[in-house]
């Protein structure tokens, strides 16, 4: 039987400024009638220029295609002309992004979106495109449809964002679908309503689909054949229970080994107590009115009592909008908050923001998305040492260039890279650079605000690794948050589990992750670990 | 890695530390700027005719710039010599005068400068009522039929031709244009480098603090920009007397408004930035993020506008000239001889020499605000 889409030595080339670089190397791959291929790799790798190029979506020029073909049904997509293409985007094949926000238009309803959709390639009117559309948000499992289609994007949360695009790229019964990474941007227990609701689907309609990530779990859990890609090659295909069980290549098995691993010391109620956090509230006001009257409250963080101790980890894991992050930067003073807050025995929850100068050397804070937390315009160096200027004034020129040079070299930096700039480094060294940042100061407490979720699967563990590291030699306290219950398993000795700004559980590590007392944290466990859903109503959809 | 690699990469970190102006985002910047040839020209042009003209008094110049007189070298050009020096008895020296310049060649010589007129001298030697016709449309009696010695005066040379005719004032037009460049340019810099800081800066605090100072200065902003800028010239030029630095003082008055936009909203998008709540946790104060973390990001939006406020600013100094309430009577000004070209449309090359002036300097400006605009695109392609 002939495949549905055959991709024969495809490359892909991008040329700037006269320099061709290479970012898909020949590569080759089948997807059968009703088959689910995953493409496998790190960010980088080409997968998604791959994916992308079977639709020509890339930026033609600078993208080139110096080689190769695209069959789809026997017919090259690549040949087409741009009029024949439209006709196959979003009707036989459709595609479904990553971030769910910025694929959908913000300024048109959700029925808007889907109907033009269903009248661009069916020529459907208003009243049949509306009863077409509602029959495929029930499809997708959006509850209440008719409520829900006048509703403009922001109103809806993200799984119910990406449910939608799914519903708008079912619209015209597509053969295949590409879906590029399409649940990276959700918490873990919507991406496991997602990828099932995929899978039904799949089932129901007898699509195709090609399936783009960089986490072998969903592949495990969704794909028949797997493809794993690296420096725009493909380097190893085949069934999925193969690769998993018997990888060949060296790349698959460094990917196949690189969760992250080890286990925390048990949690020791001696050390010394470095931040505490009593009853800590965090309300925005709703006001309302001419006057401004406060009538309500968001409330994000809703009296939350929080200890931690040196040497110690304090994961705090949640859905989002569940208050991790907020209650993180309350502790640390970045915003207002009620309810005592005491670091090292001092009173910190009346000070001012420049009350609180002195006291950040020892209150570190390491940001989320290693690329946006790095000033693209400052050298390693200068970034590094900012801290320095500040905390430390009165250090000679030559002494700062030491701390610098010593602290890269902990983090595992090559100290000569220090006069690059952070565009030159790949995620997980800029990581680095950001925990160089702060440990440059030598602090006593660290917030770690989701370090890993930006990363690919196998720097998450060596950062993991690090940051351990880096607490044992310097006895430091950490507040790791984190939806990735993987890494905190890896860290923290303590858990504490919120929903809705309130702490739904809270106890040592072990306790929590093996007797899970509430249904929520039982759910969270099942969506990270296994890539369950829960039933409907324990977590926010 | 082997070891020369390594070496070679150690040395390029080396190169980039030596020099730590030229980042490489600036190397790509000044790629792309160069790849506008349009602009990398017009660029050249520009700055070679702006430091022509910053030493306009050395081409044109009713005085010589140098002068070897009785053994003593003096520099006219620089210096203002009595008359008495060289036997006449004005304070200041008239060396287009004959006499005096027959009595310095008679005991040493002379260097004019190409053109020896400047701005404000007058041409007591045109063939013709004022304005006179260019040098070049004259043959070479009528041209000399002024001097006494006719044909045959020695100061009937091509240093006094009028390259460009005269004004209704017998004042040499060439010279004129030269000086005219210089101040409009020399304005017109000024004042967006002036407005530029007011603005930035006031867009900065706007846009980093946010809440009732962003919404107060805005509302200030709004009357403020609404005073017609016309009016308050015209009161002004009736209470003091017009000049260059009180006209500064009053256009940057205004100016500085339109910078406030781009800047405020900069700072709006960038003042959540991670890398800023990063400094912030630092506790780097809220001064130097603002101008270590943000000012850089907004200087791309505000260098991209910076030579279109340029232009502006010329164009406002020559209509104010052109209307007569720019700078004071006799100044050299492009604006002034649009208005001669207005009122004398008999004498036809008043009117082109301005235009062609005035359009070649705001195209030029253009044309380099365009690749600058080009180079700091980060989603441009070269191909």
Same mark, same amino acid.
């Given at each position: 039987?002939n ?10 080339a $991008?040329?700037? #400024? #006269?320099?061709?670089t ?19 790799g ?6 998604s220029?791959s994916?992308l190029?079977?639709?020509?979506l890339l930026?033609?020029p600078?993208?080139s295609?110096? =080689? ?16 024949? @293409? ?37 020529? %459907? /009117?208003?009243k049949?495109?509306r ?9 997708? #499992? ?8 006048g ?13 939608? %695009?799914i ?7 597509p053969?295949?679908?590409?879906a ?21 689907l ?30 725009g090659?493909?380097v190893?295909?085949g069934?999925?229970?193969?690769i ?32 505490? /956090? ?11 009115? $001419? $006057? ?6 968001v409330?994000?963080?809703d ?9 110690q ?5 949640g859905?989002s909008? =569940? ?26 929850d009346?000070?001012s923001?420049?009350? %609180? ?5 020892e ?9 946006? =937390? @790095?000033?693209?315009?400052m ?14 004034p009165r ?11 010593d602290?890269l070299?902990?983090?595992? @930096? ?12 790949s /995620?997980?060294?800029r ?34 690794d ?23 398993r890896a860290?923290?000795?303590e858990?504490?589990?919120?929903r ?6 809270h106890?040592?590590?072990a ?19 296994n ?5 409907v ?5 | ?10 040395e390029?970190v ?12 600036n190397?790509?910047?000044w790629?792309?700027f ?8 017009? !660029?050249?042009?520009?700055?070679? !005719? ?23 070298l003096?520099?006219?050009? !620089?210096?203002?010599?009595p008359?008495?020096k ?9 060396y ?5 310049s027959?009595?310095i ?13 400047s ?5 007591n030697e ?9 040098s ?9 039929s002024?001097y ?16 460009l005719?005269t ?11 030269i000086?005219g460049?210089?101040?409009?340019v ?10 530029a ?30 005073i017609?800028?016309l ?15 009180i ?9 500085w ?13 960038a ?22 973390? !943000?000012?850089?990001?907004a ?7 910076l030579?279109?406020?340029l232009?502006g600013?010329?164009t406002t ?29 008999n ?37």
């Amino acid at each position: 039987m002939n495949p549905l889409l055959s991709v024969r030595d495809l490359s892909v080339a $991008f040329t700037q #400024g #006269g320099r061709t670089t290479t970012a898909v190397d020949r590569i080759s791959f089948d997807i059968a009638k009703g088959e689910t291929v995953a493409l496998v790799g790190e960010s980088g790798s080409g997968k998604s220029v791959s994916a992308l190029s079977v639709l020509k979506l890339l930026p033609y020029p600078p993208a080139s295609h110096p =080689s190769g073909k695209i069959l789809f049904k026997g017919e090259d997509l690549l040949a087409k002309r741009e009029q024949d @293409l439209r006709k196959v985007r979003g009707n036989k094949i459709a595609m479904i992004f990553q971030e769910p926000m910025t694929s959908l238009n913000p300024l048109h309803t959700i029925e808007q979106q889907i109907v033009e959709v269903l009248s661009l390639h069916q020529g %459907m /009117g208003a009243k049949q495109g509306r009863k077409r559309t509602l029959q495929l948000l029930e499809e997708v #499992g959006i509850r209440d449809p008719e409520k829900r289609l006048g509703a403009y994007p922001h109103q809806l949360s993200g799984g119910q964002r990406q449910r939608v %695009m799914i519903a708008m790229a079912l619209a015209n019964e597509p053969e295949l679908l590409i879906a590029d990474e399409p649940t990276t941007a959700l918490d873990v227990t919507v991406q496991a309503q997602i990828l099932k609701l995929l899978a039904e689907l799949k089932e129901r309609n007898g699509m195709s689909v090609l399936f783009i990530t960089h986490d072998l779990g969903i592949v495990r859990k969704i794909a028949d054949r797997v493809c794993v890609m690296t420096q725009g090659r493909i380097v190893e295909a085949g069934p999925t229970r193969t690769i998993f069980d018997n990888p060949q290549h060296q790349y698959t098995r460094h990917l196949l080994a690189a969760e992250p691993k080890g286990r925390p010391p048990a949690a020791d109620a001696q050390a010394e107590t470095v931040m505490k /956090g009593s009853d800590v509230k965090v309300w925005f006001p709703i006001k309302q009115g $001419f $006057f401004r009257r406060t009538v309500d409250h968001v409330k994000a963080v809703d009296g939350v009592d929080i200890t931690v101790r040196a040497g110690q980890t304090v994961g705090i894991v949640g859905e989002s909008g =569940s208050g991790k992050t907020t209650l993180g930067l309350a502790l640390c003073r970045m915003i207002s908050s009620q309810g005592r807050i005491e670091f090292r025995g001092r009173d910190i929850d009346q000070r001012s923001f420049t009350d %609180m100068r002195p006291l950040r050397s020892e209150l570190q804070i390491v940001f989320q998305d290693p690329y946006g =937390s @790095l000033s693209p315009r400052m050298s390693v160096a200068e970034i590094v040492a900012e801290g320095l200027g500040i905390h430390e004034p009165r250090l000679s020129a030559e002494a700062r260039d030491q701390r610098v040079v010593d602290v890269l070299k902990e983090v595992g @930096l090559d100290p000569e890279t220090r006069f690059r700039y952070p565009h030159e480094f790949s /995620g997980g060294q800029r990581q680095r650079i950001a925990i160089a940042r702060a440990m440059v100061l030598n602090p006593r407490f660290v917030m770690l605000d989701e370090p890993t979720s930006a990363l690919d699967m196998s720097v998450q563990a060596q950062v993991v690794d690090l940051l351990r590291t880096l607490q044992t030699r310097h006895d430091l306290a950490y507040l790791f948050i984190s939806h990735d219950l993987k890494v905190i398993r890896a860290l923290a000795n303590e858990v504490i589990v919120m929903r809705n700004g309130r702490i739904v559980e809270h106890g040592p590590a072990a306790q929590i992750f093996e007797r899970p007392q509430t249904d929520y944290t039982r759910a969270l466990i099942a969506a990270a670990f296994n890539m369950e859903t829960a039933p409907v109503g324990v977590v926010s959809e | 890695m082997s070891d020369v690699l390594y070496k070679a990469k150690v040395e390029t970190v080396r190169e980039q530390a030596a020099r730590p102006g030229l980042s490489p985002l600036n190397k790509r910047r000044w790629q792309n700027f160069k790849a506008n040839r349009r602009g990398y020209w017009s !660029l050249w042009i520009f700055l070679i !005719l702006f430091v022509l003209t910053l030493g306009a008094e050395f081409i044109a110049n009713d005085r010589p710039i140098l002068a070897f007189y009785k053994g003593e070298l003096l520099v006219p050009v !620089l210096v203002d010599y009595p008359e008495e020096k060289f036997g006449g008895f004005y304070a200041v020296t008239d060396y287009r005068d004959p006499v005096i310049s027959d009595e310095i060649e008679a005991n040493g010589w002379l260097i004019w400068p190409p053109i020896r007129y400047s701005y404000s001298t007058v041409n007591n030697e045109i063939p013709e009522a004022a304005p006179a016709k260019p040098s070049w449309l004259y043959s070479e009696e009528q041209r000399c039929s002024r001097y006494p010695l006719g044909v045959d005066d020695p100061n009937c040379t091509i240093g006094n031709w009028n390259w460009l005719g005269t004004d209704d004032q017998a004042r040499d037009v060439m010279a004129r244009v030269i000086y005219g460049f210089r101040i409009s340019v020399l304005f017109g810099l000024v004042l967006t480098l002036g407005s530029a800081v007011v603005g930035v800066s006031a867009g900065a605090v706007q846009g980093y603090f946010g809440g009732w100072t962003d919404l107060i200065f805005q509302r200030f902003i709004e009357i403020w920009s609404s005073i017609p800028v016309l009016y308050l010239l015209m009161i002004v030029a009736a209470v003091l007397p017009p000049g260059f630095f009180i006209l500064l003082g009053l256009m940057l008055l205004f100016s500085w408004v339109s910078f406030v936009g781009v800047v405020r909203a900069e700072f709006l998008r960038a003042r959540n930035f991670e890398y800023v709540n990063a400094a912030r946790a630092l506790g780097v104060p809220n001064r130097t993020i603002m101008v270590r973390h !943000l000012l850089p990001n907004a200087m791309v939006a505000t260098l991209t506008f910076l030579p279109f406020i340029l232009n502006g600013s010329i164009t406002t100094l020559t209509s104010l000239d052109f209307l007569g309430f720019g700078l004071p009577p006799g100044s050299a000004s492009l604006g002034e001889l649009l208005r001669q070209g207005q009122r004398n449309l008999n004498a036809p090359w008043l009117g082109i020499s301005g235009f062609v002036v005035i359009s070649l300097m705001l195209s030029l400006l253009i044309f380099v605000g365009e690749a600058t605009r080009d180079a700091f695109d980060p989603r441009k392609t070269f191909r």
